[in-house]
């Protein structure tokens, strides 16, 4: 029934499987032994990871076996194998659990008296306990899923292992890598890094967990890899510096996230050691680095900020009343149990023992914990869950099947492994720790982790500190933590530091999380991340350039040089008007002021004051009623002017023009005549305006085209009435056609007597104003269509 250890007796060779009798028999996958090298399959024994394990195991069917409300009286037995930590190996062990489902053919074989041969019936196995390894449990459940054996690992962890169309017979009580991968993004993401590179063991779980990590940051699309680097198997010297090296390369992203097994894990921290790196990498490490001392040994400065993930677990005191108790004698069924002893105490047992060069025999009144250091095992609570998963399955099928049956009932005779399947898949209870014990459709267990930092405290002395959890999302007290350069904001792991207001990002092509940073110029304004955009005509950038705001408008102010100077000429000439046409109104009936035609001259006078008037309206505020009076005043002055002049000369001409003729004088030359004709010439320039009023509304607009700087912050806004160059020539064109006219008689009266001396001055003005006029309107379109065409560009 079981392998039996007697320390007296000389061993030649330790066996390679425990079997406990039962009525259901569940199987048992442990690393009891290290890989071997060099062909042997073999290595050494793994105390913790191995012997814990399968302990853990054992203790568990002793304690459901004595549960009177768990599988009343049915009885779990084991078949326990040793994996050596070999995928191919344990595939070769894990045969011995499909034995009793092959069909033996025994019709070529005869015993030696003729009889037909007699098989030893295997054990039938319903469902199996294991394995550790992701590698070993995938080359496993290939074949246990071909006879539909279900399978519970306690310490597996391959995303690809959740793929229920593959590994549809596999369930785990550990969470998968793809919960670690998520839960070291939210750890990044929470640090605000964007800019990480990966690191991992060559292997299934090394590669896995970085694909799922890289996978679930593509998807988020919060954070970049830098870069992906793979540590080999069976590195060359040098490897692990050429690492660190690679790394640096990109040298802002300073997190690196590492799946990778704790040899791996110490030699790049000592590669970075030597490589003056210390400071400068921020760990983020999986649970195979978890809270382990091995790989911080003697580098606790440059793992010193290290944030660390393992599954949430808790250490089982029943288990280590249990494995402390357990001696040679009392432990028989373990058939490793001595090589166990050895190893632990360092001694040997008989003269086979394993350890043939210790200096002293074991007595086996040794006691582990006393003689010998002890700590549980992390995954012991995990393995315990697993058996327990299993036999609160088999519970539930058996009260199902059996209603009430003592003992396995014939439907549980031979237990349907698919059937089996969905009891496992169904179960929830609490497990040795606690906490519940669930599988969602794919298997996994529900993903809950602690999160832990590296840190030095005051004394110099390194410990992991609890710095916050995660289940299905992330607690994490910032205030916790501590980095090694004393500052207590976080250190920065990114490709590009964020933009400055009123730039925007332009993102480098292939990598979102690096960009360069380009200034929102002239008029243009930050509309988002990644756009710069033109403010509209009427408005300018702020000063962050984030945002537009209104141009400030303006108009000429009465305390502006460019008025003050034409106001003090205008008051002179108004002031001057005025005088003489007091001195005329005084004067009016003197023969000087008769004979200067004094109805023409009050119109000429008039028309002066009115030019000089013009000023006033044409500085003012505008606005609907300034507007009109620019537009009534701006040709009516000179219209007034020039129809007077006009009038003048035409009946200086008649006169003459008549007098060679005849003897009678013209006709409408008196001074009613005359104002007659000058009225009716000014009534055609209120015609046009009036005419101008009609068609077009008097009313202000803000050019902003004026005064468009290339500086927006001196850009302006021009108040003004909406009067065009065009507009304001038509109007000004009725006066110069009078302008013309007249110059056309004075010359025609230029040989007029000296006694009229009218004439020759009148001519004067004539020729001075067409001169000023001509050079006036070409330099005025001219200047105009420049300054449009400035704009434009």
Known sequence: KQGLLNPQLPLQEYAHSIRLDGDIMLGGLFPVHSRGERGVPCGELKKEKGIHRLEAMLFAIDLINKDPELLPNVTLGARILDTCSRDTYALEQSLTFVQALIERDGSDVRCANGDPPIFAKPDK??????????????????????????????AST????????????????????????????????????????????EGNYGESGVEAFVQISRESGGVCIAQSLKIPREPMPGEFDKLILRLLETSNARAVIMFANEDDIRRILDAAKRNNQTGHFLWVGSDSWGSKISPVVQQERVAEGAVTILPKRASIDAFDRYFRSRSLSNNRRNVWFAEFWEENFVCKLGMHGKRPGSPKKCTGLEKVGRDSTYEQEGKVQFVMDAVYAMAHALHRMHRELCSGYPGLCPRMANIDGKELLTFIRAVNFNGSAGTPVTFNENGDAPGRYDIFQYQINNRSTAEYKVIGHWTDQLYLNMDAMQWTSGD?????SVCSLPCKMGERKKVVKGVP?????????????????????????EQRP?????????IPIIKLEWHSPWAVLPVFISVLGILATTFVIVTFVRYHDTPIVRASGREMSYVLLTGIFLCYAITFPMIAAPDVAVCSFRRIFLGLG???????????????????????????????????????????????????????????????????GEQRTQDPENARGVLKCDISDLSLICSLGYSILLMVTCTVYAIKTRGVPETFNEAKPIGFTMYTTCIIWLAFIPIFFGTAQSAERVSLF
């Open 513 to 537: 999380c690096c960009w360069h940073c380009e200034r929102c110029e002239g008029y243009h304004f930050q509309a988002s991340e990644f756009m710069c955009e033109l403010c509209p005509y």
């Open 158 to 201: 391959a995303p690809e292992l959740s793929d229920n169309t593959r590994y549809d017979f596999f369930s785990r009580v550990v969470p998968p890598d793809s919960y670690q991968a998520q839960a070291m993004l939210d750890i990044v993401t929470a640090m605000g890094w964007n800019y990480v590179s990966t690191l991992a063991s």
């Open 638 to 704: 000179m219209c007034f002017s020039y129809a007077a002049l006009l009038t003048k000369t035409n009946r200086i001409h008649r006169i003459f023009e008549q007098g060679k003729k005849a003897v009678t004088p013209p006709r409408f030359i008196s001074p009613a005549s005359q104002l007659v004709i000058t009225f009716s010439l000014i009534s055609v320039q209120l015609m046009g305006v009036f005419v101008w009023f009609a068609a077009d509304p008097p009313h202000t607009v803000v050019d902003y």
């Open 488 to 492: 207590p904001s976080v250190p920065a």
């Open 125 to 154: 196995v319903v469902g199996v306990i294991g394995a550790a390894a992701s590698s070993v449990s995938i080359m496993v459940a290939n074949i246990l899923r071909l006879f539909k054996i279900p399978q519970i690992s306690y």
């Open 542 to 550: 702020d000063q962050n350039h984030t945002g537009c705001q209104p």
